[in-house]
C-alpha cells in the first residue's frame, strides 16, 4: 500500500513538502483530482497518481492547466472534493476558467494550488500568484512549513465548502521541497460520485446572470474577510512597539532573527497565512502601538501595499518598510541571514556578520551547467536539423521542456521562448516578418499542451516554417508524467488512449509531414533537409524515446562506445555535440562506459570512424 494512504492516526513520518500536502489532501477526502504537471508541484500529483491505482480516488494528467481546471470544476460543481494543482505560470494557462469560477463558485469544496517559484529554480520567471487572488477574488491560504501544508489544505476545503468559493492554497518551492515531519490524522471518507443539480441562473455566465453572480462573490469575500480576522493562520506573536508582518517561509526565519537579535522582548509578530482577502481590522490593530513595521515577503509588496494604505485609512503614521534598495529584494527566495541582517539594519540593532568560513584551501568546485542527458535524442535532433540547413540563415523559435537547453553551446539551438506552445505560434510570426527561414522545436507533451492551436493557424494562414516536434513518449522534464500520446501500457496500467501525433498533425491539414529516427544519422539530415526545403508548413516528429524513461523501463540494450586509437583529435565529437559522456583524459577523448547509453550518434559523426563498440 502507498505510504500516504496508511490510516495510521498519530504516526509521525518523514515527507517532502509535496508528499505532505498529498496526504492532507486525502486525509481531506479529496475524491477527484486534475493536474498538468510543473516543478515545484509535481510530486503532489505523482503521489495522486499512485494513489489512484490502489484507492477511489480520480485522478487525471490533464492536456494542459486550462483543462484541468476545467476539468475539476465539473466535479466540484456536482458536489465532490475536488483539488487542481499546477505550477505557478500554470495559472497564467488556467486563468480563463479561474476569473469566472470565482462568479459561479462550486457545491464541492475545491482547492486550486499554485506553486510559486522564488528564485526561478525551474521556470521561465519568478511572477507573485498572489495577485491573482486579489484579481479573481478568491479565498487564499499560504502554508509556513511543511506540517502546516498538510493541515491547512484541509482547513481550505472546508474554508471553500463554507463559502462555496474555490480556495487558492499557494506554496513556494522552498515549502514543496523541503522535508519535514509530519504526523498523520483521520482520513475523511471520499465521496465519489456526485449529483449535478442545474442552476441556470448560476452555472450559465451569460452578462445577465454574470451581473448578479458579481454582486454575490463580493458578498462572498466580505464574509471570507470576517474569516480572516479571526482565522488561526492569522497569529499575532510576543508584544512590543517594533512590528514584524511576514507570510510563507520567511515567518520562521523572522522568529530565528528576532531571538538572535534579543528583539524578543520587544518586538511582535504577525504571520499572514489567510492572506486574502487581508484581515484590515486585525492589521490596524497590529499597527497601533507599533513604532515601525518591518514587512517580510518573497516577491511582490502585496501586504506592504495593502498595510499602508489600511495604515493611511487609519491615520496612523509610523515607518513601514520592505521592499526597498535597503532592505527587501523582489528578486529570488530570502534566506535566514537576509532577513537577520535587514532586520537588524531596520530596528538599529548593532549587528556584526559571522565571518564566514575561509574557503583558500578549498578546490574550486567544477562549473556544471544544466546539460541533455547522455543519449538524449534531442541532441541529435538539433545536430542534424544544424546540419540539414548550414547553409541557411535559421531562427530557432524553441519551447519549454528538456530541450530548451539545446540553446546552449555547441548546439545553439534555441533563438527564442516566452511560454508553452509559443514555439509554434512565434514561428507564425518569424517566417512572415523576415525572409529568415524559420525552424521551430517543441516536446510532445508541450504539442499537446498548447502547440496545436498554433499549428492550426499556421495551416490556416499558409505560414511558411518548419515544425520539429520532439517526441520522446514522456513528459520528461518535469519527472515523466504520462501525456496524451503516451502508451500507458508500458505503466502496466490499461483503460487509457493514445493520440497518435503523426495522424493528428495530418488531420490539421499539413501536406509535408516526415518522421525521423535522430539516432539514424545521415538519413535523418537528408528527410530534414527535404523539409526545410518546402514552402510552406512543414512537420517533422523526431520520434526516440527519453533515455531515462526508457532505461527506467528497460527498454535501452546494454551498450557502450569507447573511442580507439584511430582518433587524431578532431574533437567533432565534443565540439559539435558535447554529449555528457564525453571526457579529455591526459588530453584525449574518452567515453565514460558507465553513463554512454549507446545511441551511436557520435560514432556517426566521426571522420575517422574512431568511436566503436566497447566489447564487454
Known sequence: MHKLLNDTPGEKIMLLGNEAIARGAIEAGVAFATTYPGTPSSEISLNLFQMSQESDLYFEYSPNEKVALEVAAAAANSGLRTFCMMKHVGLNVAADPLMTLAYVGVTGGMVILTADDPSMFSSQNEQDNRYYAKFGNLPMLEPSSVPEAKEMIKQAFDLSEELNQPVLLRTTTRINHSNAFVTFGDMKPMKTKGKFVREPFRCVTVPA??????????????????????????????????GIIVNGVSFYYAQDAVKDLGLGDNTKILRLGFSNPMPEKLIKDFLKDCEKVLMIEEGEPFMEEAVKAFAQEAGIMIPISGKSQALFS????????????????????????KEKLSLDNVPEIPMRPPNLCSGCSHRATFYEVKEAGKDMDIICPTDIGCYTLGFLPPLNMGDFVICMGSSVSTACGFGQATDQKVVSFIGDSTFFHSGITGLINAVFNNHNFTLVILENDITAMTGHQPHPGVDMERFGLDGFGRVNIEKLVRTLGVEHVSIV??????????????????KGVSVIISQEPCALYAKSLKMLKPRAFKVSDKCVDHRDCINTIACPSFYLEDGKVKIDADTCVGCAVCAQ????????????
Open 330 to 353: 523582489r528578486l529570488s527566495e530570502y534566506d535566514p541571514a537576509m532577513v537577520r541582517e535587514k532586520m537588524a539594519g531596520f530596528f538599529g540593532i548593532e549587528y556584526t556578520l
Open 517 to 534: 529516427k535522430p539516432f539514424k544519422v545521415k538519413k535523418s539530415i537528408a528527410t530534414i533537409r527535404e523539409a526545410l526545403e518546402y
Open 209 to 242: 446572470v454574470s451581473r448578479q453572480l458579481h454582486v454575490k462573490v463580493l458578498e462572498k469575500m466580505d464574509k471570507a474577510k470576517e474569516l480572516a480576522e479571526v482565522s488561526d493562520f492569522n497569529p499575532i506573536q510576543g508584544s512590543g512597539k517594533f
Open 605 to 616: 559523426i566521426c571522420p575517422e570512424n574512431a568511436i566503436t563498440p566497447l566489447k564487454k
